[in-house]
């Protein structure tokens, strides 16, 4: 295994490398299968073809989760997650058709779904990151 921050070889067992310091698994900058150089937002590494994982999201998978559960059919959940576009739709059918029956129902049930697709880890920040537990 190697360091994913300065890809000097670290110890499986090692919860830190003894080279820079960094914790085992932090880091983007080299492949922790080969130690090769990665290019920025590479999803393989060119050297040995490993994935390269993303880093965590700063957003928590839990809030994202409670906050489509609880006001879901606002997008308050989007918003949280960056996707504003989404969340300025979904604010804008609840409110605009809350007289309806249809309209707020349609919304909350998008926002179960996506309270689901949450916490299956099947849902990202609006960057791409996985959502840190």
Known sequence: M???NCGKEIS??????????VAKGKGENFCSNCGASITPGAAVCLNCGCA???????KSKIIAGVL??????LGIHSFY???TKKGIIQLVLSLALSWTFVAPLGVGIWAIVDAVNI??????DADGKPLKD
């Not at 390269?52 to 700063?58: A, F, M």
């Not at 489509?68 to 059919?73: E, F, H, K, R, Y």
Request: hydrophobic fraction near 45%; include cysteine.
């Open 2 to 4: 190697f360091c994913k």
């Open 12 to 21: 499986d067992v090692a919860d830190f490398c003894t080279a820079c310091g």
């Open 52 to 58: 390269v994982s993303k880093p965590e999201s700063e």
């Open 68 to 73: 489509a559960i609880l006001v879901g059919s």
């Open 81 to 83: 997650l960056g996707y």
């Open 119 to 124: 916490f299956m880890g099947k849902m990202f």
